[in-house]
């Protein structure tokens, strides 16, 4: 059973840019969660992604964006980068349908964005 | 507005003693609750869950608490062991929002040897 794994794992832009982010999902795992950690706080939901089609979403602007693929695997899309879009990016995945509310989620090693 | 809060940063223990760890939470949707642990350059990985229904949840050393009139939830370690050193967060879900999870800044724990 391959875990969820992410890259880039680091790296660098600068403001203005735009970065795509890449996950593949657990596997057997249908539902893909987005999360942004920055630096001394706890990650922040994104948005998640289920059946290619956007589930969900947290307080993040249009300029976030992302895609879910046939395979589960999913991309995170973020345009006109900021210095404040510095943080680790975290990628998640689960099986939707299993156990209710349960939000057990299983999340990959994060690709940490650094915008100059 | 943080829902999910947990106000010691960090936490030092000796080895073989008790940790531990709490979070508050200000919104009354919230129904299952969930302690994940980050070691550096990781994911974090969950460790143990609790459902609203319940005031206790056992797995091994380690025991969640809810008490829901206070809106607080703690997490207990016994004993501490070396490895347990790591980053550990409190999150939450609505039922109406699986597998958003709603997480608090997160404690560091040091267990001395």
């Known amino acids: 059973e391959t875990g969820v794994t992410q890259s880039p794992t680091h790296l660098i832009k600068t403001r203005g840019q735009q970065v795509t982010l890449r996950c593949s999902s657990q596997?057997?795992?249908?539902?893909v969660s987005w999360y942004q950690q920055a630096l001394g706080q706890g990650p922040q939901f994104i948005f998640q992604y289920y059946r290619e089609e956007e589930n969900g979403r947290g307080n993040f602007p249009p300029r976030f964006s992302g895609l879910q693929f046939p395979n589960y695997s999913s991309e995170l899309n973020v345009n006109a980068l900021e210095l404040d879009d510095s943080a680790l990016y975290l990628c998640?995945?689960?099986?939707?349908?299993?156990?209710?509310?349960?939000?057990?989620?299983?999340f990959g090693e994060g690709s940490r964005l650094t915008v100059l | 507005d943080q829902q999910v809060k947990q106000n010691s940063p960090s936490l030092s223990v000796q080895e073989g003693r008790i940790s531990i760890l709490n979070c508050d939470y200000t919104n009354s949707m919230f129904d299952y609750f969930l302690w994940y642990k980050k070691y550096p350059a990781e994911g974090p990985t969950f460790l143990i869950s609790?459902?609203?229904?319940?005031d206790k949840n056992e797995d091994g050393r380690f025991t969640v608490f809810l008490n829901k009139s206070a809106k607080h939830l703690s997490l207990h370690i016994v004993p501490s062991q070396p490895g347990d050193s790591a980053v550990y967060f409190c999150a939450a879900v609505g039922y109406r929002s699986a597998r958003q999870l709603t997480f608090g800044s997160g404690t560091q724990l040091t267990v001395l040897p």
């Open positions: 596997s057997g795992h249908n539902t």
């Open positions: 609790i459902s609203s229904i319940k």
């Open positions: 998640a995945s689960s099986l939707a349908g299993t156990s209710g509310s349960t939000g057990e989620l299983f």
